[in-house]
């Protein structure tokens, strides 16, 4: 099997080894494709993201199946935006989430990749590449859905094309739906509701993500839930949303609503572990390692829906010759299916969920994707148990998870402004600093 070869790359190529256990078994997974070991080899891709993107084990099984280097550097969100606007240089590869795409494309800081250059690109989830979901054509919804900025109109363009072309903007990487997480023994009652965010019975004992674009779109679906305010698009908020949904958290964090903010899984994971957060706007990766810690963490089944988000990889504008040859093996590999089942363990969705299932078993397929119970304990990449035989994956399966997304995240026409807002909100002191 071959994919996805640079064109014009002159290549021998040679057939991974592969383990003779079962395809899918966590402590076996199954290796990639046949690949370029000799032209670019001595290639060093360098990797940009946000450290929830860069994990390791995929970066090392790549180096090892294409024969090249990739150098991992990770940055905050904010950061990685601003090196991957400002300064190209100084990466090949970048992963963000789709909804940056506004700036990045505009900077012309990423080249536009070249679809014909992408083996298996007809077989990526349709949502990305179609609009579609189920095979019906998606409404336009709150945010910024992928399929909105995911070509633009030529090679070198800076406006995205309503309708395909043969340019994309980014190759998905991991996407998914995220939702409040809470510990029950704490709440001591199942949570339904992002209202709950602002429920006094939590007062103190609830975590906000610190972050201008998501977690306001957070707190404005839990101010919704509440009857406290109504949003014509809580992905795109006017100046006067932004001020009275700023104004209530302000409020709400001078009542002593709030633990604090949080910007690290690290930092979530670390409050609720000690008992100091009960419910939180919360991530995949620290809900997985609540749960391999032994707690028991429910990640929400809201009644007002989900926040979806997506990220992918992209180019840099400066990517050439036999480097570009490399970047493009790598964006192939990554749709082989190998690492998207690596990230299925996570929790996460990936490009072609059809590639990733040759390298699952049954019941890790029927957990992860179809919402079915367990045969068997749910074990994480990292070898953690996860849940017991005959659990299912909280929220149920793919189709009913991600068809209940009802904002994604975006780059809002007053982000400025809603930066500067929020800004405030965080510096706002809590009522224990302010004593």
Known sequence: MRIGLAAGAAIATTHCSRPDAPLGTPNNPARGPQ???NTIRDVTLRFIGTGQAQIHEIRKTAEEDLGFNIDMLAYTLDE???VAISEPEKYDLFVGDYFVLPKLILSKSLQAINIQRIGEFDKINP???QGKFKGRAVEDSQGTTPYQVMYVTGSDATEFARQPTDFATLIPFQYSADTLGYRPDLTER???????LFNEDFQGTVALLDSPQMGSIDAALAAEARGLMQFADKGNMTREEIDQLVDLLIEQKLNGQFRGLWKTVDESVDWMVKGDVALQSMWIPAVATLK???????YGELREGYRGWSNGIGLSRHLSGIALDAAYEYLNWMLEGWAGAFLFRQGYYNAIPANARKYMSQSEWGF???????????IDPFDRRLERRGTFRDGGGFEERFGKIVC????MDENDYL???WNEFVTTKFPQEAS
């Open 35 to 37: 690949v370029n070991r």
């Open 190 to 196: 199942a949570i339904a509701s992002w209202g709950e």
């Open 419 to 421: 930066v500067t807002r």
């Open 80 to 82: 990685s935006v601003r």
């Open 127 to 129: 949502f990305f590449t």
């Open 368 to 378: 992860w994707y179809e919402g079915k119970p367990s045969s068997g304990p749910v």
């Open 292 to 298: 391999s810690r032994g707690f028991d963490c429910v």
């Open 408 to 411: 994604w995240n975006s780059m």
